[in-house]
């Protein structure tokens, strides 16, 4: 069974940057696309990036896009998210979860209803 733990969340000021790091354990195959949503109080889960392992493939929300930055270290069985830039807006408890046997990474993988397991989450906020 695959397992997700984040961290790297915390307190930033607008403008700032954090690196949210996800751990994967558990995985038998490349064929898996690692996605990160986030959920803000009162809101409901949306997606941010998503990242396949096998090919490397990427893929943002709008709302990102420019900001943030998805990539993976194989060696270490990880995958981060670089937010630069960062608003209040983006102020959410930040998830990494797993597609597994997915060979691409794309505008689905904003849904969470693709998704098999989930880590914990790490909470991001931004202050103005």
């Known amino acids: 069974q695959v397992q997700l733990v984040e961290s790297g969340g915390g307190l930033v000021q607008y403008g700032g940057s954090l690196r949210l790091s996800c751990v994967i354990s558990?995985?038998?195959?490349?064929?898996?696309?690692i996605g990160w949503l986030r959920q803000a109080p009162g809101k409901q889960r949306e997606g941010v990036s998503c990242?396949?392992?096998?090919?490397?493939?990427?893929f943002y929300g709008d709302y990102v896009k420019g900001r943030f930055t998805i990539s993976r270290d194989s060696a270490r069985d990880t995958v981060y998210l670089q937010m630069n830039s960062l608003k209040p807006e983006d102020t959410a408890i930040y998830y990494c979860?797993?597609?597994?046997?997915?060979?691409?990474?794309?505008?689905?993988?904003?849904?969470?209803?693709?998704?098999?397991?989930w880590g914990q989450g790490t909470q991001v906020t931004v202050s103005s």
């Open positions: 979860a797993e597609d597994g046997l997915s060979d691409g990474c794309d505008a689905r993988h904003l849904n969470e209803d693709e998704y098999d397991y």
């Open positions: 558990g995985r038998t195959s490349d064929y898996y696309t």
């Open positions: 990242i396949n392992l096998r090919d490397g493939s990427t």
